[in-house]
């Protein structure tokens, strides 16, 4: 079992930046990819990003690209995700999740979930 627990979300305007974390406990930390989605009211969960084990491959849903950063310490057993240039269509739920495979952008596919952190852009 993984336990998962994020934190960092908040209310924020356009063009803010905000750090989300998670972290996390129980089995080894570094034997998992770990992804973020995020789900908007009425939508389905979504990839957001993911990383690899070690930390050295990283990976990012189009409309991130360029604007959020991954990454991880497994020292502290930790993913962030680092967002900038934040616009109001980033408001949604973001969620942390682990698997023990190579990463996958289905949230099926994944399956250590924690329990999410509200991320709300300002127009």
């Known amino acids: 079992q993984v336990q998962l627990v994020e934190s960092g979300g908040g209310l924020v305007q356009t063009g803010g930046s905000l750090r989300l974390s998670c972290a996390a406990s129980g089995r080894t930390f570094s034997n998992y990819v770990m992804g973020w989605f995020r789900q908007a009211p009425g939508k389905e969960r979504e990839f957001v990003a993911a990383?690899?084990?070690?930390?050295?491959?990283?990976y990012y849903t189009d409309y991130v690209k360029g604007r959020f950063t991954i990454s991880r310490d497994n020292a502290k057993n930790t993913v962030y995700l680092q967002m900038n240039s934040l616009k109001p269509e980033d408001t949604a739920i973001y969620y942390c999740?682990?698997?023990?495979?190579?990463?996958?952008?289905?949230?099926?596919?994944?399956?250590?979930w924690g329990q999410g952190t509200q991320v709300t852009v300002s127009s």
């Open positions: 990383i690899s084990w070690s930390g050295s491959s990283t």
């Open positions: 999740a682990a698997r023990p495979g190579p990463y996958r952008t289905s949230p099926e596919l994944y399956g250590y």
